[in-house]
């Protein structure tokens, strides 16, 4: 599993941050989270093909969250895309969906996308449910509709080769088989998993808030997390502007992570009012210390 950061700013670019977007690479697919203005430009130096990507999730529909999605999609279709493209996001996806067939193709009046998409309107819960992973999401405490999304890790139990041996499973395909949940016959015997196949195992669990305040909801929902990537837009002495525009400090995200029982925490989603990040981390790593900063083009490997 692999996370790429392409932009680590607010509501504003900076020199050296662009707006937020996270590409996750995992389970045979790409996956982009929100997809603000520059994102295309990110992904060339990121040497990640915009082509690979299957999924796109929105936490919510501010700009700085959305506004590369046309351009994304308009250069897909000129570059001869062929596979399906899902994206998700909360109420009011259709709205986005008419301004993106609108702003690239005004003249025609409807959509004339080469490639499927499908726009599919989530709320809290689970969002995918696959063999390799799930993907769940929850409604967080913004100004607006706002969405947190996890991606937790299915991983099969261990496979005690050796106890399969000795049950007289012949090496080959039975194997494959027992450790995908089959049974399989040996000799009249019928061999279940569970009799070579270790205790459960938890994969890895990440969870990205999207723009909230610090809330309960975020706590439970990123329980547990092996990386927890949490918008940090203010210091801590900048609370009161946090809780007005309903953002979190790098404190809140902080409390959020050591609340929740995380193992990391990385920061994003800085305001360009602060030019130097130290007092962001520092103020953070007073709570939580496996604390790290985001920055652009960033990668982090699970």
């Given at each position: 599993m692999e996370i790429t950061f392409l932009g680590t700013s607010s509501a504003v670019h900076s020199a050296t941050r662009s707006h937020p977007a996270i590409i996750m690479q995992a389970f045979g697919e790409t996956m982009l989270f929100d997809c603000g203005e520059g994102t295309q430009r990110q992904l060339i130096y990121a040497k990640i093909s915009p082509m690979k990507i299957s999924k796109i999730f929105i936490s919510h529909y501010h700009g700085d969250h959305i506004l590369g999605i046309p351009g994304l999609l308009q250069s897909m279709n000129f570059r001869g895309r062929e596979k399906k493209l899902t994206v998700y996001g909360p109420r009011g996806l259709d709205e986005l969906k008419n301004a993106v067939y609108s702003l690239s193709f005004p003249n025609l009046g409807f959509p004339n996308f080469k490639f499927p998409i499908d726009w599919i309107e989530i709320e809290t819960g689970t969002v995918i449910e696959d063999k390799d992973y799930?993907?769940?999401?929850?409604?967080?405490?913004?100004?607006?509709?706002?969405?947190?999304?996890?991606?937790?890790?299915?991983?099969?139990?261990?496979?005690?080769?050796?106890?399969?041996?000795?049950l007289g499973v012949p090496v080959g395909p039975k194997f494959g088989k027992l450790h995908n949940g089959e049974e399989v016959e040996v000799d009249g015997r019928i061999i279940k998993p569970e009799q070579v196949l270790g205790p459960p195992r938890k994969g890895h669990k990440i969870t990205y808030s999207g723009d909230t305040r610090r809330c309960e909801e975020m706590i439970q929902f990123a329980r547990d997390s092996t990386v927890l990537i949490h918008e940090s837009t203010y210091v801590k002495e900048d609370y009161d502007k946090a809780d007005e525009y309903a953002h979190s400090t790098s404190t809140d995200a902080a409390e959020i992570a050591l609340q929740s029982n995380s193992k990391q925490l990385i920061l994003t989603h800085f305001s360009t009012r602060y030019t130097e990040f130290e007092e962001l981390l520092d103020d953070a790593k007073k709570i939580f210390k496996n604390t790290i900063l985001a920055e652009d083009l960033m990668k982090v490997e699970l």
């Open positions: 799930i993907i769940k999401s929850q409604k967080v405490d913004h100004n607006t509709i706002s969405l947190a999304y996890s991606i937790e890790e299915i991983k099969k139990p261990r496979f005690l080769r050796q106890n399969a041996i000795e």
